[in-house]
């Protein structure tokens, strides 16, 4: 029976070492397996973690083009806000000037272009010093047949030349917006705002 138990001991033996084999080999396999996805993974956090990294770049630029366009149109305001306070404060020193400063003021604007037959509109702001004797004395000083209407405008101040053809637009806010129109260039250089 010895023969019987050696052959037995042998398959078993034999069983043990083909099973151990095999082990070992599913293990090898495993580890691969293992080594592989973990690889696999750490490519995939490495892509997940670049593309976040773009998209957070990518969204910080935006951002800060963003801030960067408000901030221009913020500067931009401001710039404007600057230079109608200028062209504000013109108006305002012309209609607060001394009564005669003003209608000097008026003189020099309206005598290069009346013409005979002109009626003056003044503002109502300036019903004590646009008067008859006012208009009497730019008639004779520029030789023009010129009148003042009895009604008077709806504006701050300055005047419209009113004749049977056209209405001549010489209000304050009308002058400002000419002289702004011509220099505003320039007011801009000066304010230091370009």
Do not use: H, W
Not at 68 to 96: F, P, T
Not at 103 to 125: C, N, Q, R, T, Y
């Amino acid at each position: 029976m010895q023969g019987k138990e050696k052959l037995i001991d042998d398959i078993l033996s034999a069983s043990r070492r083909t099973a151990a084999a095999m082990i070992e080999e599913a293990n090898a396999e495993c580890e691969a397996s293992l080594s592989a996805l973990a690889k696999e993974l750490e490519n995939s956090r490495s892509s997940a973690a670049a593309e976040a990294e773009r998209a957070a770049n990518d969204m910080y630029s935006g951002k800060i083009k963003l801030c960067e366009l408000e901030a221009g149109k913020i500067m931009l305001e401001a710039r404007q806000n600057c230079v109608a306070e200028v062209y504000d404060s013109v108006k305002k020193k012309i209609l607060g000037a001394p009564d005669k400063e003003y209608l000097e003021f008026l003189k020099a604007v309206v005598s290069p272009v009346l013409s005979d037959g002109d009626e003056i509109v003044a503002a109502k702001a300036d019903e004590k010093r646009v008067t008859a004797e006012f208009v009497k004395k730019l008639a004779a000083a520029t030789g023009k047949k010129i009148t003042l209407a009895k009604e008077r405008g709806d504006f701050d101040g300055g005047v419209i030349l009113r004749s049977s053809t056209y209405d001549r637009n010489l209000t304050a806010d009308e002058i400002i917006s000419d002289l702004k129109e011509r220099t505003v260039s320039e007011t801009v250089k000066r304010l230091g705002l370009f």
